[in-house]
């Protein structure tokens, strides 16, 4: 809802109020809520939970306002941190085996964790003192007698940081504005958004402590080897057009090299040739090897009637891992190429070879495409699968056209 809503503070970024986060508003929430209610400024004010995103901030803000802290968590190695956020003292986890009153310690209370350390934190209260309850993390059902209530005056106070009021909001939110910066660096820990999974392993094993805030503009040494090979690939991209403009504009005779350096990625290829007749294999090798040095072109669509190769790797099995996409009329020659089209690692589609050879003479006459009534009602008709191979495969790359009255396939 929009009246939910309220603006930034001006003396407060926008990584720091990440940080803050809805623990960090539930803990002043909870610190105004014990001082509008009742405390001792005598006695410490118990913050359980501690190490966590409530209680961290919580603590901070307590030991500001001039509060003796007891900063109650159950990890030991947590202890440094507390104490340079001001807690006075460090305690263990709380017993649950409590009396009904036992001795007043606390002058007030913040905690997250419920269940059965209420009716501890309640026994041992000053008098007329409050709990500010805001968290379930030990259970939402607890087991108190009234005594607490009826003989010291304390008081349990729920904190609920989703339906606060706007003015509470902002006034909240003003306070936690007068933090200095270097306190919401001290309790951050920043990952990038690839790295969510691990990081979240890592807090549910408490070896992350605090806040965490994903900076979705944070680079990571893997993000920048991907932005790395996208430059290197747009200089690629630009050296081989230059490439080709320079060597058809020169000569048409070029090395077999030459040739095959002025492939992009997502190219279409067609290969000529007729199985084992003819293979091509002065420019399948250099390109192949251009690919196992720069692992370019990648992504190629291959077109050809019949596949140009046999079963000893000649023809286009090098080729292989280079293709994403092909439209043939047979390749079962190449063992290693039909294997990639029959296990979906290709998008494929199985046309006449005789309308394929017709489709590439229309593409060098500049025309959109070719006009066949061959294989109508047949596997290569779209109303019949439209000659796709393997389920990967879902997009049609023929359809029906019709003129004049008669259908063909387009």
Known sequence: KAQWLVPLPENLSEIDAMTIGTAGFTAALCVKAMEDTGFNKSKPILVTGADGGVGSVAVYLLAQKGFQVAACTRFK??????????????????????????????????????????????????????????????????????????????????????????????????????????????????????????????????????????????????????????????????????????LTAKSKIVSADQAMSTILDGDCVTSAGFVATMPCDALISALRKRYDKTGHPRNLEMVFPIIVGDREGRGTEPITPMVSKAIFGWTDVCPAFTNAVLSGKIEAYNLPMGQISHMIRSSANGVPGHLSKVGLHTFADPRNGGGKRNKQTTKDVVKIQELEGEEYIF
């Open 77 to 246: 190695d947590t202890e440094p941190r507390l104490k340079k956020l001001g807690a006075t003292e460090v305690i263990g986890a709380l017993s649950t085996d409590s009396k009904a009153l036992d001795e007043e310690r606390w002058g007030g209370a913040i905690d997250v964790v419920g269940g059965p350390t209420i009716p501890t934190i309640a026994s041992q209260m000053a008098y007329g003192c409050s709990i500010a309850s805001c968290g379930v993390a030990g259970g939402p059902a607890i087991k108190i007698t009234v005594y607490p209530f009826i003989i010291r005056g304390v008081k349990l106070y729920g904190v609920d940081s989703v339906f606060a009021p706007t003015d509470v909001r902002q006034e909240v939110w003003t306070d936690l504005a007068k933090v200095p910066t270097a306190i919401w660096q001290g309790m951050r820990t920043e990952v990038a958004l690839v790295d969510l999974h691990q990081a979240a392993s890592q807090i549910l094993a408490g070896s992350i402590r605090g806040r965490v805030v994903v900076n979705v503009n944070l680079k990571t040494p893997q993000l920048t080897a991907v932005e790395k090979e996208e430059e290197d690939l747009e200089a690629l991209k630009k050296k081989c057009l230059e490439l080709r403009k320079s």
